[in-house]
Every structure is written in C-alpha cells, then in structure tokens.
C-alpha cells in the first residue's frame, strides 16, 4: 500500500469533492439466537454479524462487484466508482466518474468492467490501471440496461421491458448483437450457468433458456407463481430467487422445463437481492435489510441474522465471512461474520 499512498492521497481531496467518504461503523449488531457452533450451549452466540465499513458516494448505490482488493461500485445516479478494501476497516477511494450517468449492474472480467446503465446502455471500461479508468465503448439497444453478465466473448445483458440481448464482446471496443431475448415482462437480473440462461422476470417469474446457441436461444421453462421475481442466484440446480414481498423462493431447476417450489423463507420488506455460497443465503431485503440464512433444508430457512441497514438494501454479496451490501443512498455497507 506505501506505493500507492501518495496517489491515493491526491485521489481522495479529489473525490471528497465528488461526496466519497468512509464512515465509521455502527455498535449495532443484530443476532439470532441459531446461530450457535455445534456443541455450544444453548443461548451463547459464538458467531456474530459486525458492521466494519460504510462507503458513501453521496448517491444511490446499486449493485457492485468484487475483484480481489478492489471493489466496484454502481451509484444509480453518479456513475461507476473504484474503491481498495485492502483494509476493510479503510477503504481507499481509487476512481470517480468525472461527470454523473446511471450504473445499475455490473461484472468485470480480467481487466474490463462492463456496466449496466438504464441510461447509456452497456457501457465497457478498460480498468487496466484502475486510476485512470477510461471508457472503451458503448451498445444503446434499449437505455433501460439493468443487470449485465458475462461468458467467453459474449455480453448477456437484462434491458428490462425489451428482454435480454445477447453481444459478441470478442472486440471490447465495437460490440455487434447476436440475438435478442423477448421476455413476456420486464427482464430485471440475470444469471449464467454453463450454458443454460436464468432471468429474473419481474411479474413473470423465472425464465430458463439454452444459450448453448447464442445465435438462437431455445426457451426451456418457467416458474411463475404470480410473485415478482427481481433477482436469482443459482447454485446446484437450486435458483434462489428474490421475490420482492413474497421473500425468498427456493427452486429445483434440475428439470428447467418442470421447476418445482422446494421451499420459502418472508421477507420483512421486499427482497430484491440474493446471493448464495454453500448452505447459507443472503439476502437484501430493501427497507428490511440484510438477512442470513441456513439452507441446507431448502423446506425449511433457518435465519441465522437479521440486520437493519438504515438504507434501501437492493443487491448482496458475499466473499467468504465478508458481506458487503449495495444500500442505496446510504452506502455500500461491509460486514463480517465473526
């Protein structure tokens, strides 16, 4: 870090005046009382969920995404920021947006970032040298872009009411469309597995396709049961869907064209991210926070934590005991299981 501080001084005076800041963390800490060690006595928490940071880029944060020391953050209204979480307890900002655009989705690969902004499309950075981020190119099919992911030299990006497009990214700084996806509602978060396409549909459920052909998708099948499905996670056959009021969803998709409900878990405010890592879900809940959960029997979640945000918590994820969440205009807060 001694090499970068010098320049990372010069960033931060800049930045301040952009509203970045790190804040102190909170006291609070929120515990379920299952969350105990095997073999503990009952009652004595041996595992605790502490708030460690909060950035604040005095906008709207939406999503973000992380490469190893370095996070990257979507601000709704001011863009796309880069920040070091070295030292969780400090982070360090390293980029800013010289001028406000939408981010709302985000997924860096080796050394681009690709943006999913409702008001310029699919945007794609080369992050080479973080500090000096520049803007490679830009694909305008529909303004709306919400979530974006990638596989091999293509772009699956959800452009809410006109579905999913699919871009060959072979060449970072012109990219063509291979095909386009005509979701029955509105195309809000997408996840890839191998070759088989999940999109979190809005009104519409989950939609599966075979992208094993990018040229021509093939549908597979649908879980709707009339909730708003507005994020998925998919992890051993298992989608995990956030499903605004109805919470969370568990589904087995070993048959994509035959889902069946395995299990659900309510939400205290509208679940609109989750993430999945072994037998434990996180899940950002909006107003209602951060929840996580032992899934291990998808029929019946086991809460493990509950912790308010103070904010909007609208994407979550999680990197081994580290979880950061995407809060809105509070921040993106950071968190530890200890």
């Known amino acids: 870090m001694k090499k970068f501080q010098s320049v990372l001084f010069a960033l931060i005076v800049v930045l301040s005046a952009c509203g970045i800041s790190v804040e102190e963390p909170t006291s609070q800490v929120v515990l379920d009382p299952s969350a105990v060690e095997p073999g503990a006595e009952a009652g004595v928490q041996t595992k605790s969920l ?10 709207n944060i939406a999503d973000m995404s992380v490469r190893g020391n370095l996070v990257y953050i979507c601000d709704k209204s001011k863009g796309m920021f ?5 030292d969780l307890e400090q982070p360090q900002p390293v980029f800013a947006p010289s001028e406000n ?21 699919l945007q794609i950075y080369d992050v080479s040298d973080p500090v000096n981020t520049t803007l490679l190119s830009s ?6 872009a919400h979530d974006v992911k990638i596989q091999g030299n293509y772009a699956f990006v959800a452009f809410n009411i006109a579905g999913v497009v699919i871009l060959n990214i072979s060449d970072v700084n012109n990219p063509t469309l291979v095909a386009a996806l005509d979701t029955p509602a509105n195309a809000k978060s997408i996840f890839l597995q191998d070759n088989m396409l999940f ?8 939609m ?12 597979l099948g649908v879980f709707s049961n009339g909730a708003e499905v507005r994020d998925v996670f998919v992890q051993n ?10 919470g969370l969803q568990i589904v087995d998709v070993s048959d994509p064209s035959n889902p069946i409900l395995l299990g659900t878990m309510p939400a205290e405010g509208n679940a609109t991210g989750v993430y999945a890592s072994g037998d434990q879900i996180y899940m950002a809940n909006y107003y209602g926070g951060l929840v996580v959960a032992n899934v291990a029997r998808p029929q019946n979640p086991d809460v493990l934590f509950q912790e308010p945000t103070f904010g909007a ?23 530890q299981i200890q």
Do not use: C, R
């Open 50 to 59: 502490e708030q460690v940071s909060i950035v604040n880029t005095a906008g």
């Open 208 to 219: 599966i396709y075979d992208v094993s052909n990018v040229g021509n998708p093939m549908f």
């Open 82 to 86: 880069i920040v070091d979480i070295s």
């Open 139 to 144: 694909f305008l099919y529909n303004w709306d």
């Open 237 to 246: 056959n298992i989608a995990y869907l956030a499903s605004d009021e109805a």
């Open 199 to 206: 999109v979190a549909d809005g009104d519409s459920g989950l």
């Open 101 to 121: 655009y939408t981010a709302l989705g985000i997924e860096v690969v080796n050394n681009h970032a690709f943006v999913a902004s409702n008001t310029d499309g």
């Open 313 to 335: 918590a609208k994407k979550v994820l999680a990197i081994g005991d580290t979880i950061f969440v995407a809060n809105g205009n509070t921040g993106l807060m950071i968190y």
